[in-house]
C-alpha cells in the first residue's frame, strides 16, 4: 500500500461540496448518508440511554421508586426496543460503515447510492414509526414480543411492530449495497487477500443482514396479521403453539447479535495493529473466524429457549452447537492479544477502547459459555446473569468498538483532531462506570434475582444501587463525550490526512476526503498490516 | 453482440427455448395434478415436491438464466435454499420431538366434551358388542340371567319376566336400537332406569342384547332423533371419538397446582 | 464495449467502469434481494411444516374445501406469465421494441388474470363463512375490506401508468385505455359484490361446519391457506406495479441491446413469485 500522504487542496471536501439542507436530504455521497445515519442514530440513543437511567432509578429501591409496574414494563420495552433496532443493529454499517467502507476498498461510492440514500429513509421512517407509539398507548411486551401476551396486550404494540418490519429492510438494502460493493467495486490490486479485516467483518455482517433480517419480516407480520386478525398461528387458545413464535424470532434475533458485534470486531482489528505498529496476528485466520462465527450463528437460536418447553432433543442440539462458537471468537482475542505483542503500544484513545472491548467482551463472551451449557441455564434463565451478558457484549463489545472507531476516523472525516486529555478520561469514565452498572448485576442474576421485574426482595437492595450509580457514571461519561466531541467539530485543531500513520486506504486520501473520495485511485501493492514498528 | 454472448450473466436466451421450457413447466404441471390422484402412502409428499422442484429447476435454471450466469449468482440462489432448509429442520427438531405426555397446541377441555369415545355408538360395531357384553354381565344379568334369557336369580320374584333376549317371541315390540336405548334410559315397568350408565354403555347394551334375538328393525332418522342423536352431524351432535373422562394424571396435575396456590 | 459517440447509449454510472460492469453489479444486487425473499417465505414453509405435521388428517380434510381447478387455473396463468416475460426480456435484449411492450402488457394482464381469479376464490370462501382467524364462522364485513383494498391497489397501480418521458410527463394512449379498463372493472366486481351481498344474512356453509365440527383446529388450515397465499397475492400486486412501470419506460424507448436491465431484473423477480406458487399450489391443494 502506498504511504505518502495527500497534499491536494483540501478546500473542497465532501463536506462543503453542495450546499444547503435539500443537497443533504438527496445527497447520494455515502459518506453524507454516513452522517445521516451517525446523527439520528445518536438521537435514538439518547432516548434509549434515558429509559435505561429511569429503569435503573426504579430499581434503586425496592418496590415503587418513581413510577408504577406497568410503566416500568412499558420502560424497559422501550429501553430494549430502541437500543436494539434503532442503536446498536444499525450503528457500526450505517454511520462507520458508510463513512469508511467504499474508501476502504478504493472505490468511489457504494455499488448503489440512491439504495443507499433509500435505506436512511427507510431506517428513519420506521423508527418514527416506532417512536410514535411514545405519544400512543405505549407497549410493555418486553423487545422480545413473545407471545401469547403479544397477541393481547392492549397498547400500541402494532406500530411498533410494524416500525421494526420497516427498519428491517433498511438493514437488508445495506447489507445487499454492502456485499455487492465488496464484490464488485475493489480498488486495482485489492485482491481479496488484501482487504482489511473491517471489510471482512462488513462483508459478513451483510450477509448476515440478508439472510436473517427476512425472517424477522414474516415474524412481525405474521404477528401482526394474529393481532389485526387472529390466525391464531401463535395462540395457544386456538390451537397455536407460541413456542413456534420463539423460534421464528430468534431465527432472526441470534444472527442479530452478531450483526452488532462483527464489525465492532472490525474495527478493533484496524486498531490494534495502527496503535501496536505490527501487523494483525493471523490474518487468514482472523477472516476464517469472521465467517466462522457468522455460519455458526444461525443454526444456535434455541439457546434462548432452553427453558420454553421446547423438545429435549432441541435442547440438547442446540446447547452443543452453541458451544462451537466460542472457538472462532477465542481465535480472534488471542490474535488481537498476539498482535499487541512485542508490539510498540501507543496509548491514545483508539487504543484505550480497544483495551476496554477486550476485557469487557471476554467477559461477556465467557459468561455466553456459561449461558450456552443446558445445566448452568436451566438457573440463569431470565435472570439478571443474562442481563449482565449481553450488556457486556453489547455495550462493551459494540458499543466501546465503535467508541474506537469513532475517535479512530474523526479526523479523517471531520478533518479536525478531538483533543486526547478530556477524551481518555471520558473513555476511562465509561468503562469503570460500565464495570460498576454491570458486574454486580452477574451476582444479582446468580443469586437469583429475575430479569424484568418491577419489585424485589430487599437482600437485593445493596448490589442494585451500585448498578444504578454505574449507571449514571456512563451517562456523564458520554455527555462529557458529546460536549468535546462537538467542540473539536467546531474549533478542534486541524488534522493531517493520516495522523495515525495507518495503511489502509482511508488515509491515503485528504482529511476530510473530497466528494469522490480520491482525487485519483490508487493502486494496491500489498496487504493492509504491513507496519514496521515506525513510531506513530 | 456476439462479445457479449460470451460474457457470463450476458446470454440471450432463445426464442425456442422459452418456448420449449414454457412447454414442458405446462406438462409437469399436468402431471402434478395427475399424480395427486394416485396414493402412494408416505410417498406422496416426496413426489409431489420432486416434481415441483424439477418445474422450479426449470424456472431457476432456463427463465432465470441461472445455467448461463456467473458463479456467485447461482451461489447466492442455493445458500438461500440452504438456509431456509435449515431453519425448517432445526425448528422442527423442537416441534415434533415433543414428549408425548406434553399438551403442546390447545387447550385439553374441548377433548373432553366428547360424549362418546365411539365414533357412533348409535351403531353396531364389534367394539360396541364387546362392551355390551362386558357391561351386561355387571349390570344386567340379575335378572336377564347370564344368557339373556330372563332367567336371572332375580327374576324368580318378577312378573312378568324379563324379557327373554334369545327368543322371537319377545321380540314383538321395540325391536328397533332407538327404543330399547330408550327403555334402557328411563326404564319400563318394573325395570328400573339405566340412566346413570354413561351413554356409550347403554348404546353398547343395546347393540349386544338385540344381537342375541332375531334381526332388529332399522332407526330411521327422526326416532333416532328422539334419543337425542342428531344423524346430519357426524359426531350426532353429541361429540363423539373422544375422552370422556380427563386422564387421571391430568386430574392429580390439576389439583396439586390449585392446592399450591395461596389465597 | 459502450460506444460514447452513440447517443442513444444510456451512460453508466460514474462509479463503475462501464455498463458492463454496472449490469452485473445490478443483477447481482437483486439475486442478493430474493435470497432475503426466499427466506421470507421460509417463514411461511415453516408454519406450514408445523401445522401440517402436527394435524395431517385435519389439513387433508380443510384442503378438500379448496377450489383445485381455480389453483390449475392460476398455476397455468402465472407460468404462462413467465413465459411472456422472458419473452419480453429477450425483446428488450434484441432491440424488438413494440414486442417488448405488447410482452409485457400481457404479463401484467395475466398477473392481473391471477389476481381476480384470487379474488373469487377468496370471496367466495368469505360467503361460506371461511374467513382468517377469529373470522372463522363469524362473518363481518370483510367484503368491504377486500373492495376497499382492491380499489386502493388500482389506483397505486394507476399512478405508475403516468409516463415518464425525456421531456417530462405525458400520458400515452396505451396506458389511458389499460387503466380505464382497470378501473372498470374493479368498480364492477366491488359493487356487483356490494349489491349482490350487502346486510344479507350469512349462512355458514354446510362443508364449512362440517369441518369444524369433526376438527377443532380446522380454522388453523386457513391461518395458513390466506396467510400464505394472501403474501404471495402481495407480491403478485407489487411486481404488476413494477411491471406497470416497465411499460412505460418501454414506451419510450428506454431499453435496447445495450441497456436492458430493469427489464431483466424485474424478470428474475417475476420469475421467482413463479417459483413460490410452483410450491404452494400443491402443498395447499393437491393435499386432500
Request: aromatic fraction near 14%; proline fraction near 5%.
Given at each position: ?9 483540501e ?9 444547503g439542507?435539500?443537497?443533504w436530504?438527496t445527497t447520494?455521497?455515502h459518506?453524507r448518508?454516513g452522517l ?11 432516548i ?16 415503587k ?6 410503566s ?5 420495552t ?8 434503532m442503536?446498536?443493529i444499525?450503528l ?5 460503515g458508510?463513512l469508511v467502507?467504499?474508501?476502504m ?6 455499488a448503489f447510492p440512491r ?5 436512511y429513509?427507510i431506517?428513519?421512517?420506521g423508527a418514527?414509526i416506532?417512536a ?12 422480545t414480543f413473545?407471545?401469547?401476551y403479544?397477541i ?5 404494540a402494532i406500530?411498533v ?6 427498519m428491517?429492510?433498511a438493514?437488508i438494502?445495506t447489507?445487499?449495497n454492502f456485499?455487492?460493493?465488496?464484490h464488485?467495486l475493489r480498488?486495482?490490486?485489492?485482491t ?5 479485516l473491517?471489510?471482512w467483518?462488513?462483508y459478513a455482517?451483510s ?5 436473517a433480517?427476512?425472517v424477522l419480516?414474516?415474524t412481525?407480520?405474521?404477528l401482526?396479521?394474529?393481532r389485526l386478525?387472529?390466525?391464531g398461528?401463535f395462540d395457544?387458545n386456538?390451537?397455536g403453539?407460541p413456542?413456534?413464535f ?5 431465527f432472526?434475533s441470534?444472527p442479530?447479535?452478531y450483526i452488532?458485534i462483527?464489525p465492532?470486531m472490525?474495527i478493533i482489528s ?6 501496536s505498529r505490527k501487523?494483525i496476528?493471523g490474518?487468514k485466520?482472523?477472516a ?5 462465527i457468522?455460519?455458526?450463528a444461525f443454526?444456535v ?7 420454553s ?6 435442547n440438547?442440539?442446540?446447547?452443543l452447537i452453541?458451544m462451537?462458537v466460542?472457538v472462532?471468537t477465542?481465535?480472534?482475542v488471542?490474535?488481537?492479544?498476539a ?8 496509548f491514545k484513545?483508539p487504543?484505550?477502547?480497544?483495551f476496554s472491548f477486550?476485557?469487557?467482551f471476554t ?7 456459561i449461558?450456552?451449557?443446558l ?9 439478571y446473569?443474562?442481563v449482565a ?5 453489547m ?5 466501546m ?8 476516523w ?8 478531538y ?5 481518555k478520561?471520558?473513555c ?8 460498576v452498572t ?5 451476582i444479582?442474576?446468580s ?6 421485574y ?6 437485593f437492595?445493596t448490589l ?5 450509580v454505574?449507571s449514571f457514571m456512563i451517562?456523564?461519561?458520554?455527555f462529557y463525550?458529546?460536549?468535546?466531541l ?9 488534522a493531517s490526512?493520516?495522523?495515525w500513520r ?10 476530510p476526503?473530497?466528494?469522490?473520495n480520491?482525487?485519483?485511485i ?7 498490516y504491513e ?6 | 453482440m456476439d462479445?457479449?454472448k460470451?460474457e457470463p450473466?450476458?446470454?440471450?436466451l432463445?426464442v425456442?427455448?422459452?418456448?420449449v421450457v414454457?412447454i414442458?413447466l405446462?406438462?409437469?404441471?399436468w402431471?402434478?395434478v395427475?399424480?395427486?390422484?394416485y396414493?402412494f402412502g408416505?410417498?406422496?409428499f416426496?413426489v ?9 429447476s ?5 427463465f432465470?438464466a441461472?445455467?448461463y450466469d ?8 442455493v445458500t438461500s435454499?440452504?438456509?431456509g432448509?435449515?431453519f425448517?429442520?432445526?425448528?422442527s427438531?423442537?416441534?415434533f420431538?415433543r ?10 377441555f374441548k377433548e373432553?366434551k366428547a360424549a362418546?369415545?365411539?365414533k357412533?355408538?348409535w351403531v353396531?360395531s364389534?367394539e ?8 351386561f354381565?355387571g349390570?344386567?344379568v340379575?335378572?336377564h340371567?347370564?344368557q339373556?334369557a ?5 327374576a324368580?320374584s ?5 324379557r327373554?333376549f334369545?327368543v322371537a317371541?319377545?321380540w314383538?315390540k321395540?325391536?328397533?336400537?332407538s327404543?330399547v336405548y330408550?327403555?334402557?334410559t328411563?326404564?319400563?315397568g318394573?325395570m328400573p332406569?339405566f ?6 354403555d347403554?348404546?353398547a ?7 342375541l334375538?332375531?334381526?332388529p328393525?332399522?332407526?330411521s332418522?327422526?326416532d ?5 342423536i ?8 353429541i361429540g ?6 380427563l386422564?387421571i394424571?391430568f386430574a392429580?396435575?390439576?389439583m396439586?397446582?390449585d ?5 | 464495449?459502450?460506444n460514447?459517440?452513440d447517443?442513444?447509449?444510456r451512460?453508466h454510472a ?10 452485473e453489479?445490478?443483477?447481482?444486487g ?6 432475503q425473499?426466499?427466506?421470507f417465505f421460509s417463514?411461511i414453509f ?6 401440517r ?6 389439513f ?15 398455476t397455468i396463468?402465472?407460468i404462462t406469465s413467465?413465459l ?6 429477450n ?6 421494441k413494440?414486442q417488448c411492450?405488447?410482452?409485457?402488457i ?7 388474470g391471477?389476481?381476480?381469479v384470487?379474488y373469487f ?6 360467503h361460506?363463512g ?6 372463522f364462522?363469524n362473518?363481518s364485513?370483510t367484503h368491504?375490506i377486500i373492495?376497499?383494498?382492491?380499489l ?7 399512478s405508475?401508468f403516468v ?5 417530462g410527463?405525458r400520458?400515452s394512449?396505451?396506458s389511458?385505455?389499460?387503466s380505464?379498463l382497470f378501473w372498470?372493472v374493479s368498480l364492477?366486481?366491488t359493487i356487483?359484490y ?8 350469512r349462512?355458514?356453509?354446510?362443508d364449512a361446519?362440517?369441518?369444524i365440527?369433526?376438527f377443532a383446529?380446522?380454522?388453523?388450515f386457513f391461518?395458513?391457506y390466506?396467510?400464505?397465499?394472501g403474501?404471495?397475492?402481495i407480491?403478485v400486486?407489487g411486481g404488476m406495479?413494477?411491471?406497470a412501470?416497465?411499460i412505460?419506460r418501454a414506451?419510450d424507448a428506454?431499453?435496447?441491446s445495450k441497456?436492458?436491465t ?6 428474475l ?7 413460490v406458487w ?6 395447499m391443494?393437491l393435499?386432500?
Open positions: 500500500m502506498s504511504d505518502h500522504a495527500v497534499t491536494h487542496n478546500k473542497t471536501n465532501y463536506l462543503n461540496h453542495g450546499k439542507i435539500w443537497s436530504m447520494l455521497d459518506k448518508i445521516m445515519y451517525l446523527f439520528t442514530i445518536l438521537v435514538f440513543f439518547l434509549g440511554g434515558i429509559f435505561s437511567l429511569l429503569v435503573r432509578l426504579e430499581l434503586f429501591t425496592p418496590g421508586t418513581i413510577m408504577d409496574a406497568a416500568f414494563n412499558q420502560a424497559f422501550y429501553h430494549g426496543s430502541i437500543m436494539v433496532f442503536v446498536i444499525p457500526v454499517p450505517g454511520a462507520l458508510n467502507l467504499p474508501i476498498l478504493g472505490a468511489k461510492d457504494v439504495l443507499n440514500l433509500a435505506s429513509y431506517f428513519l421512517a418514527l416506532a410514535s407509539t411514545l405519544f400512543l398507548n405505549g407497549v410493555d411486551t418486553g423487545w413473545y407471545t401469547p403479544s393481547r396486550t392492549g397498547t400500541s406500530f411492530l410494524f416500525g421494526a418490519f420497516v428491517g429492510f438493514g438494502f447489507g445487499i456485499i455487492v460493493t465488496i464488485k480498488a486495482p490490486g485489492l481479496w487477500g488484501r482487504l482489511p473491517f471489510v467483518a462488513s455482517t450477509v448476515l443482514q440478508v439472510l433480517t427476512p419480516a414474516i412481525l407480520f405474521l401482526m396479521f394474529e386478525t387472529g390466525i398461528i395457544p386456538i390451537g403453539d413456542i413456534l420463539q423460534h421464528f424470532f430468534w432472526y441470534h442479530a447479535v452488532m462483527l465492532a472490525g484496524e486498531v490494534i495493529p495502527v496503535f501487523p496476528f490474518y485466520a482472523m476464517v473466524a469472521i465467517f466462522g457468522a455460519i455458526v443454526v437460536w434455541a439457546h434462548h429457549m432452553y427453558t418447553g421446547q423438545s429435549e432433543l432441541a440438547f442440539v442446540f446447547s452453541t462451537f466460542a472462532p477465542g481465535i480472534k488471542f490474535s488481537w492479544i498482535t499487541m505483542y512485542k508490539g510498540t503500544i501507543h484513545t487504543m484505550l477502547y480497544a477486550l476485557w469487557v467477559v461477556g463472551g465467557l459468561t455466553g459459555v449461558l450456552a451449557a445445566a448452568t441455564n436451566i438457573h440463569f434463565h431470565d435472570t446473569f443474562v451478558h449481553f450488556h457486556f457484549t455495550v462493551g463489545g459494540t458499543l468498538g465503535f467508541m474506537a472507531g469513532l475517535h479512530y474523526f479526523p479523517k472525516f471531520v478533518g479536525k483532531m483533543p486526547e486529555g478530556p477524551a478520561i471520558s476511562v469514565l465509561i468503562f469503570l462506570g460500565f464495570n454491570f458486574v454486580p448485576q452477574f444479582l442474576g443469586q437469583g434475582m429475575p430479569r424484568r418491577y419489585d424485589y426482595l430487599p437482600h437492595t442494585n444501587q451500585i448498578s444504578t454505574g451517562a456523564a461519561g458520554f463525550a458529546a460536549y468535546y462537538i467542540k473539536a467539530i467546531c474549533c478542534g485543531e486541524k490526512a493520516n495522523p495507518g495503511l489502509t486506504l482511508e488515509w491515503q486520501t485528504s482529511s476526503p473530497p466528494h469522490e480520491f482525487h485519483e490508487p493502486v494496491v501493492t500489498e496487504g493492509p507496519y514496521k514498528g515506525d513510531k506513530v | 462479445h457479449n460470451e450473466g450476458h446470454h440471450i432463445t425456442k427455448t422459452i418456448v414454457g414442458c405446462f406438462i409437469f404441471t402431471l402434478t395427475h399424480v395427486a390422484g396414493d408416505a410417498m406422496n416426496p409431489a415436491m420432486l416434481i415441483a422442484s424439477i418445474k422450479a426449470l424456472v431457476a435454471l432456463f432465470m441461472l445455467k456467473a458463479v456467485e449468482n447461482r451461489v447466492i440462489f435454499l440452504v438456509f432448509a435449515i425448517i429442520i432445526l425448528t427438531v423442537d416441534i420431538f414428549a408425548d405426555d406434553v399438551y403442546v397446541t390447545g387447550p385439553i373432553a362418546s369415545k365411539f357412533q355408538p353396531k364389534n360396541l358388542l364387546t362392551h355390551g357384553k362386558k357391561v354381565s349390570q344386567c340379575a335378572c340371567g347370564s339373556g330372563g332367567d336371572g336369580p332375580a324368580a318378577l312378573n312378568p319376566k324379563p327373554d334369545t317371541a319377545d314383538i321395540k325391536r328397533q336400537p327404543q330408550e327403555v334402557l328411563n326404564g319400563v318394573k332406569a340412566g346413570n350408565l354413561p351413554l356409550d347403554r348404546w347394551l343395546t347393540h349386544y342384547v338385540l344381537s334375538g332375531p334381526k328393525i332399522k332407526d332418522d327422526s333416532l332423533k328422539k334419543v337425542g342428531d344423524t346430519s352431524k357426524p359426531d350426532g351432535g363423539t371419538s373422544g375422552p370422556t373422562e386422564p394424571d392429580i396435575e390439576l396439586a397446582v392446592g399450591s396456590v395461596k389465597q | 464495449m459502450s460514447s459517440h447517443s442513444s447509449i451512460p460514474h462509479h463503475f467502469d462501464s455498463a458492463h460492469h454496472e449490469f453489479s445490478s443483477k447481482q437483486m439475486w442478493l434481494f430474493l435470497l425473499e426466499v427466506l417463514g415453516v408454519v406450514y411444516a408445523v401445522i405435521g402436527l394435524n395431517p388428517e385435519m387433508a380434510a380443510a384442503a378438500g374445501l379448496l377450489d383445485v381447478k381455480m389453483g390449475l387455473t392460476n396463468v402465472l413467465s411472456t416475460m422472458a419473452m419480453a426480456v425483446a428488450a435484449q434484441t432491440d424488438k413494440e411492450v405488447w410482452y409485457l400481457a404479463t401484467f394482464f395475466l398477473a392481473c391471477f389476481l381476480v384470487k376464490e377468496y370471496t367466495h370462501k368469505f361460506m371461511i374467513l382468517p382467524g377469529a373470522g364462522l362473518p364485513d368491504v373492495a376497499q383494498t382492491f386502493i391497489s388500482a389506483a397505486a397501480l394507476t405508475f409516463a415518464r418521458s425525456k421531456t410527463f400520458l394512449k396505451k389511458v385505455w389499460i380505464i372498470a364492477y366486481l356487483s356490494w349489491v349482490g351481498h350487502h346486510g344479507e344474512h349462512v355458514v356453509g354446510q361446519q362440517n369441518l365440527d369433526q383446529k380446522a380454522p388453523l391461518s395458513v390466506f396467510g400464505a397465499t403474501i404471495h397475492g407480491h400486486l406495479v413494477v411491471i412501470w416497465l412505460s414506451e428506454e431499453f435496447n441497456y436492458f430493469p427489464v431483466e431484473l424485474v424478470g423477480y417475476w420469475h421467482f413469485v413463479d417459483l410452483i410450491f404452494l399450489f400443491p402443498l391443494y393435499v386432500a
